[in-house]
């Protein structure tokens, strides 16, 4: 199956399908239908989008409850847990949890692209607030565009975090 895409998820698009119709045929005895193929590969690649909008919208309430320092410590512990159970996926032989560590991974984005402009905010002097808040989203933006545009890096953003990276071994 050829699935064509121009984002950013065309690198694994060749790996991530054949590791779907490799465990549907472990577990079948069947190759895959095209179907279904279709409907994981979209699945694995949007939900890291749903879960990025289901964990901006728990901002106020991690930063309210734990404070914004430590809310991105705790943060960090989704990111850990969703690259660990994206890895994991591969060993076990689960496109299920590939699945279910990119929901993770995606609170985790949608939880630190909030959190952090905020505890920037909180910490920085009166006078420079605002642009220190603008260079933040700029020097993301920026460097964003920069480490795309270089060849090498490009198969790192194009796998979006290093448990995926595993798959292109």
């Not at 690198?11 to 005895?29: A, D, G, K, L, V």
Request: glycine share 8%; proline share 3%.
């Amino acid at each position: 199956m050829e699935i064509q895409t121009q984002s950013v998820n065309t690198r694994p698009q060749s790996h991530i399908p054949e590791f779907f119709n490799m465990t549907w045929r472990s577990r079948h005895n069947q190759s895959i239908p095209d179907h279904s193929l279709t409907f994981l590969w979209s699945l694995s690649v949007s939900i890291k989008d749903f879960g990025a909008l289901l964990g901006s919208l728990g901002v106020k309430g991690l930063a309210d409850t734990f404070g914004r320092r430590n809310a991105i410590l705790i943060v960090n512990a989704l990111s850990v847990v969703g690259a660990s159970l994206m890895f994991m996926s591969k060993v076990t032989a689960s496109f299920e949890v590939l699945i279910v560590g990119r929901l993770i991974f995606g609170l985790f984005c949608g939880l630190v692209m909030s959190l952090n402009p905020l505890y920037i905010q909180g910490v920085s002097p009166t006078n420079l607030r605002g642009i220190l808040l603008g260079m933040v989203r700029h020097s993301c933006s920026h460097s964003f565009s920069n480490f795309v545009h270089s060849s090498e890096n490009l198969i790192w953003i194009q796998c979006g975090c290093v448990g995926e990276s595993y798959f292109l071994k």
